[in-house]
């Protein structure tokens, strides 16, 4: 099928459809040979992939997503509109254009397309020599006779079209924001076979994907094991791509903090972490010693990135088994709009978000949860029934409430069961906290360090190793806990899979090399459970694309333990920190109604009904940003004005929900010293954008606050609707800013709605 003409040649696209069909590497007959003055033909090389308008912007279904080929067969194309990946088949295959559409080409040099070390030999999958220079690579070095396999280990055989298969399943059973699952988009899978007595028999199959909507590519490999002998698998670079430079420098750079290209990774290999930089222990930019032509003097530049686990895996495959590697997600940024639409860290922020909610949109689940401290049935109860009493949608058995997943009594199980159906009849889900880490088991279960030979070592100090016969059966555990009382949710604490463990007696790993690993495969597995019976899980790591639901929006215990009125401008700072690389949903708050490690009766907000003020600027703070709350205390409410109260903003908040769930854009840090904003945008909203204004001092005050509103969509002209029902129109300039005034008593909350004129 023909569909349009693209830098002098015709773009054959293929249909992106779930029969799969293999496409020959060589095509039957090779073109005849040009004259020596003949122009290039522009086609054996694609450069050029038209974006559509700002993707951000979208308001409607986005363009398809699909896989190309072009006339010569020789090169295979994913593009969505927005970003694209070229590979190179033929003599061997290589990725030979990565990048934003219509912006500059990433890729600087050609790579393998995967590195397997087995059996203590590093083999390259693919990947091509002959380019002259590291620094830019010229569409006449991808003509046929110029270029030659780097590798004869593995050489690829073809591909075929696929499906984009979910990589866990999702059960839906509470409210979302509707994102397909899995994301729709287009595939391909690449075969290579082992061609060396190393490698002889073993297979690799690569898979590209490509999503609808974001500036994504996914990237995961599959190892089969044909051989007919045992491996090990010592080491797995999924992904490695010669980028070009983000900055160069002749010197090295003061703290060795360079520019970087304008590329993220996702992967479901995180951990150790609350944000995604201190839990990506999977990717990593590092010097290219081959680029001899780059500026830097000691070839320092970080511009090769790669992919791979931090140790091992270090697993052993019999014959016939397969090892799934874990996926890599090329996020790429342009800069597209940030002129108008505001900063480049709001934009980038902005397509990580679009990300998440594409690639894990269990995340946009955000039910109002209670935290009861006590598991005691009389108090459990009450608590519930001030939960469906006021709105709220889910109650935890939090920390320190008493409750024990690891009991097996029968008339223990059987009594929590009974509380559970007692709130389901009452339309509120239950969920329950489960501490792993930071305990020690015993010498013979914990993680033993690396250092020393002795337990301990571990992220917290002391950990049990999840690979150990213990981990297995707590895991194991806790599966039968949920399913026999019935329970919605886990709030887990741990396990923290990037601790090391030098046991060579745990059940679950031979040593170090594959102990990380072992872990991590553990509890990505139990996630994965969780996700498909529809539990919502609350972890304290970056477990999101495992099937993770929430962490933490970022904050200091000990700061909860402040006065009362301090907290609410600690929770907004957090809030406004916090969304910058997460949606509202994917971070939880915390508000202390009773007493949390330490500070007495002035940092609590009972008794509720005296403190009504603080109780207040908590409800307006996190659900004005559309964030949930650790809201930890024996009851919501002990008056009828405070159960007024709650009820009044837990209906505003579903009111609004669609809105304040959306993206927040970042204003004003709050400082306490003039009024703060939280700003919700969603162009394909019929509420376009909301905004809350905080006045923390002590002065009632009149302000002429700027609204960006560039991400909302709108243009020209907007009509704001402001809390007491009023409406008036609002001029928007060039850069879709408009300036509302607003009067705020000393401390007070409002709040205003914009729409399309």
């Not at 010229?138 to 690829?156: A, N, T």
């Not at 571990?458 to 026999?484: H, N, T, V």
Request: proline share 8%; with cysteine; net charge negative.
């Amino acid at each position: 099928m023909v569909r349009r003409s693209f830098a002098g040649g015709l773009l054959l696209v293929l249909p992106t459809c779930t029969e799969t069909r293999t496409s020959p590497v060589t095509p039957p007959a090779p073109p005849a040979p040009r004259a020596a003055a003949a122009p290039l033909d522009a086609s054996a090389y694609p450069t050029h992939f038209p974006s559509s308008a700002d993707w951000l912007l979208a308001s409607g279904r986005n363009p398809p997503a699909r896989a190309s080929r072009f006339p010569d067969q020789r090169f295979v194309t994913l593009d969505n509109f927005i970003v694209h990946r070229t590979l190179l088949l033929e003599p061997d295959a290589a990725t030979t254009s990565l990048g934003i559409n219509d912006e500059a080409e990433q890729i600087r040099a050609l790579e393998p397309e995967a590195l397997l070390t087995i059996d203590g030999a590093t083999h390259a999958v693919g990947g091509l020599r002959g380019a002259p220079d590291r620094a830019f690579l010229l569409p006449r070095w991808l003509q046929r006779g110029v270029l030659q396999p780097s590798s004869s280990s593995f050489r690829c055989t073809g591909f075929v079209e696929a499906a984009i298969e979910p990589w866990l399943e999702w059960k839906r059973v509470r409210h979302d924001s509707g994102a397909p699952w899995p994301p729709r988009g287009a595939a391909i899978v690449l075969r290579f076979e082992g061609t060396s007595p190393a490698t002889r028999g073993i297979t690799v199959r690569i898979h590209h994907e490509i999503y609808e909507g974001v500036p994504v590519l996914g990237k995961w490999l599959e190892l089969e094991n044909g051989s007919g002998r045992a491996i090990t698998l010592d080491a797995c670079v999924s992904e490695r791509l010669a980028l070009v430079e983000g900055e160069s420098s002749v010197e090295k750079r003061p703290g060795g903090a360079w520019e970087l290209p304008p590329i993220e990774v996702l992967s479901d290999y995180f951990f150790g972490g609350s944000d995604r930089d201190s839990a990506d222990k999977f990717s990593r930019f590092l010097p290219d010693p081959a680029y001899t032509t780059q500026v830097n003097y000691r070839l320092d530049t970080p511009c090769l990135l790669e992919c791979a686990p931090p140790i091992g895996p270090g697993v052993v495959l019999p014959p016939g088994g397969t090892f799934r590697s874990p996926r890599t997600l090329l996020v790429v940024h342009d800069d597209g709009g940030a002129s108008a639409g505001g900063s480049n860290r709001e934009r980038r922020g902005l397509t990580l978000r679009r990300a998440w909610r594409t690639l894990a949109p269990w995340t946009s689940e955000n039910p109002l949860m209670m935290h009861v401290r006590s598991s005691e049935r009389a108090a459990f109860r009450t608590a519930i029934d001030q939960c469906a009493a006021v709105g709220f949608e889910m109650a935890i058995y939090t920390f320190g409430s008493g409750l024990d997943m690891e009991s097996r009594e029968p008339a223990y199980v059987a009594a929590i069961k009974e509380d559970v159906d007692y709130a389901h009849a009452k339309g509120i889900e239950v969920g329950a906290y489960s501490l792993f880490s930071s305990r020690s088991i015993g010498p013979e279960v914990d993680v033993v360090d690396p250092a020393t030979g002795q337990p301990g070592g571990a992220q917290f100090g002391s950990a049990p190793c999840l690979a150990s016969d213990w981990g297995a059966r707590y895991l194991a555990q806790l599966r039968w806990f949920i399913e026999a009382t019935g329970l919605d949710l886990l709030e887990h604490d741990g396990p923290y899979p990037g601790d090391r463990c030098a046991s060579t007696s745990h059940a679950g790993h031979r040593g170090l090399a594959d102990s990380q690993w072992a872990q991590w495969r553990a509890s990505a597995d139990f996630y994965g459970w969780c996700r498909a019976r529809g539990v919502y899980v609350n972890q304290p790591d970056w477990h999101f694309l495992a099937g993770g639901s929430k962490t933490a929006m970022g904050y200091r215990e000990t700061n909860w333990s402040l006065p009362r009125e301090l907290q609410p401008l600690h929770a907004r700072q957090n809030l406004f920190d916090g969304t910058w690389e997460k949606t509202p949903s994917m971070g939880w708050s915390f508000v202390p109604l009773t007493e949390y490690q330490g500070g007495g009766a002035a940092a609590t907000i009972e008794p509720l009904a005296e403190h009504l003020d603080a109780y207040e600027l908590h409800l307006a703070s996190t659900l004005g940003a559309g964030v949930q709350a650790c809201w930890r205390g024996p009851r919501l409410y002990d008056s009828d004005a405070t159960r007024e109260l709650v009820t009044r903003w837990v209906t505003w908040f579903k009111a609004h929900r669609p809105i304040l769930e959306s993206d927040l854009i970042h204003v004003r840090r709050p400082d306490g010293r003039d009024v703060d904003v939280q700003l919700h945008v969603n162009p394909r909203l019929e509420e376009r954008a909301l905004a809350v204004f905080f006045n923390p001092l002590d002065v009632a005050v009149t302000r002429e606050i700027t609204l960006p509103l560039w991400y909302s969509g709108l243009r020209g002209a907007a009509r704001i609707e402001r809390s007491d029902g009023s409406s008036a129109p609002l001029a928007l300039d060039a850069a879709a800013r408009g300036v509302v005034t607003v009067q705020l008593a000393a401390g007070a909350v409002d709040w205003v709605v914009v729409k399309r004129e």
